[in-house]
């Protein structure tokens, strides 16, 4: 069975870091891009980051709005994805939800994980 | 940055109704759009891809269409578990955006 786990979310003083973790199972971890994509509380939703599969050398793609602030990395020994976010805002403040890829390229998200809150608040 | 616009906002239907979502992209995106389903505290489920590609498991009442920039969600015949929030998705070109949503409601 598909699965991700996302990990590491919790409250946070403004321009504060925290890095978030997804683990995946039941797939090929390096034959996927990755997305993280958010959900500010009553909002709707938007994509944050990508990190494309082995083949593509895990390059990256960001929202301008995260730019230069958050970095979206993998660690294929401990089959893991990455969120650190660093300088956050109280404008940071959702749910961070980890999504798998489809494998045909280019692809809609498939698979979500349960999401991680994020609170940046004094 | 591509943008999507949903309509309407909000939907109020019964069971058994015949519903359509629409969503319009400010420039061309070919056929590269899907489409979620959120309930309240979950995560958003895949029900269709490439505008017109129904996600493996989910209800063949559910249909997509369209292509260029005009694309449009139909459930042919709603059911009590489709009260949700719908946002459609275009994956042609970074930054990958959604469309505000739409909340199906009880009528």
């Known amino acids: 069975e598909v699965q991700l786990v996302e990990s590491g979310g919790g409250l946070v003083q403004p321009g504060g870091s925290l890095r978030l973790s997804c683990e995946p199972s039941?797939?090929?971890?390096?034959?996927?891009?990755m997305d993280w994509v958010r959900q500010a509380p009553g909002k709707g939703l938007e994509w944050v980051a990508r990190?494309?599969?082995?083949?593509?050398?895990?390059?990256?793609e960001y929202a301008a709005s995260v730019k230069g602030r958050f970095t979206i990395s993998r660690d294929a020994s401990k089959n893991s994805l990455y969120l650190q976010m660093n300088s956050l805002r109280t404008e940071d403040t959702a749910v961070y939800y980890c999504a798998r890829v489809s494998a045909a390229v280019p692809g809609a998200d498939d698979c979500w994980g349960q999401g991680t809150l994020v609170t940046v608040s004094s | 940055d591509i943008q999507m616009t949903q309509s309407p906002s909000t939907l109020s239907a019964s069971v058994g109704d015949r519903v359509t979502i629409t969503c319009r992209a400010s420039q061309s995106i070919s056929s590269w759009l899907a489409w979620y389903e959120q309930k309240p505290g979950k995560a958003p489920k895949l029900l269709i891809y490439?505008?017109?590609s129904l996600e493996s498991g989910v209800p063949s009442r559910f249909s997509g269409s369209g292509s260029g920039t005009e694309f449009t969600l139909t459930i042919s015949s709603l059911q009590p578990d489709d009260f949700a929030t719908y946002y459609c998705?275009?994956?042609?070109?970074?930054?990958?955006?959604f469309g505000g949503g739409t909340k199906v409601e009880i009528k």
């Open positions: 039941g797939f090929t971890f390096s034959d996927h891009y």
């Open positions: 490439k505008a017109s």
């Open positions: 998705q275009q994956y042609h070109s970074y930054p990958l955006t």
């Open positions: 990190s494309r599969n082995e083949a593509n050398s895990y390059t990256t």
